[in-house]
């Protein structure tokens, strides 16, 4: 069972373009929301994360949106550049293991 | 910040043989160490946990006698793949904490750069 489902699998923007990548969940006690980006070949790099007590978080051009009461949160990446060309993550934990929940992973291509 | 140095990045083995993957904290004493396949176009799927001092958990479906993990310090943890076959070719992948997140944030992580294994 996946406990966070991303959407799209894939997505092509145009240059200058809004990537919008999408994450919902189910379990109510996951308490850390990160977004990951990874190049290919390359372990995933923290990318911005969010806790369900605020509603938005912006780091640059790149913007967590978080519904607690829908149980989603959405990465916006503003003005898209083909370097941001990857594979964005997004992932949910709780507990004191801290385990990782991961989406499937969204394949992003910045058209230049 | 954070570093986890992982190595090999590349490695090639015949079938049947076992290799070893390490990854080294660099600047932070790993006390929680999080180790992870990912097959082409998937997600990463967890191992397993180790913390400093205990044996480390499997998550289901993963056999431990084949995939040995060693945590034996504080910066230094280690997957072996035992008795390697083709299905075990992957990307492996590690992911460290210090205790209280004081180097890799409270609710943060740092991973390695990833191991590619090809099993021939």
């Known amino acids: 069972q996946q406990q966070v489902k991303q959407s799209p699998q894939s997505l092509i923007v145009q240059k200058g373009g809004i990537s919008i990548i999408n994450c919902a969940y189910e379990?109510?006690?996951?308490?850390?929301f990160p977004w990951y980006q990874q190049f290919p070949g390359k372990g995933p790099a923290l990318l911005i994360a969010?806790?369900?007590d605020v509603s938005e978080k912006k780091e640059g051009r790149f913007t967590i949106s978080f519904n607690k009461s829908a149980k989603q949160f959405s990465l916006h990446i503003m003005d898209s550049q083909p370097g941001d060309s990857a594979t964005y993550f997004c992932?949910?934990?709780?507990?004191?293991?801290?385990?990782?929940?991961w989406g499937l992973g969204t394949s992003l291509a910045v058209n230049p | 910040g954070a570093v986890v140095s992982q190595h090999p990045s590349r490695v090639i083995c015949k079938s049947g043989t076992s290799v070893k993957i390490e990854c080294r904290s660099l600047?932070?004493?790993?006390?929680?160490m999080f180790w992870y396949r990912q097959f082409p176009k998937q997600s990463l799927m967890l191992m397993a946990t180790?913390?400093?001092?205990?044996?480390?958990?499997?998550e289901q479906g993963v056999e431990k006698d084949k995939f040995l993990i060693n945590h034996a310090s504080l910066t230094l943890s280690t997957l072996t793949v035992t008795s390697a076959h083709p299905e075990d070719s992957s990307f492996y992948i590690c992911?460290?904490?210090?205790?209280?997140?004081?180097?890799?944030?409270?609710?943060?992580?740092?991973f390695g750069s990833g191991t590619r294994l090809t099993v021939v």
């Open positions: 992911s460290a904490r210090d205790r209280r997140g004081l180097i890799t944030g409270r609710y943060g992580y740092t």
């Open positions: 600047d932070f004493q790993a006390t929680t």
């Open positions: 180790s913390n400093e001092g205990s044996k480390a958990t499997y």
């Open positions: 379990n109510t006690a996951f308490d850390y």
């Open positions: 969010i806790r369900p």
């Open positions: 992932a949910a934990n709780a507990g004191n293991n801290r385990k990782l929940i």
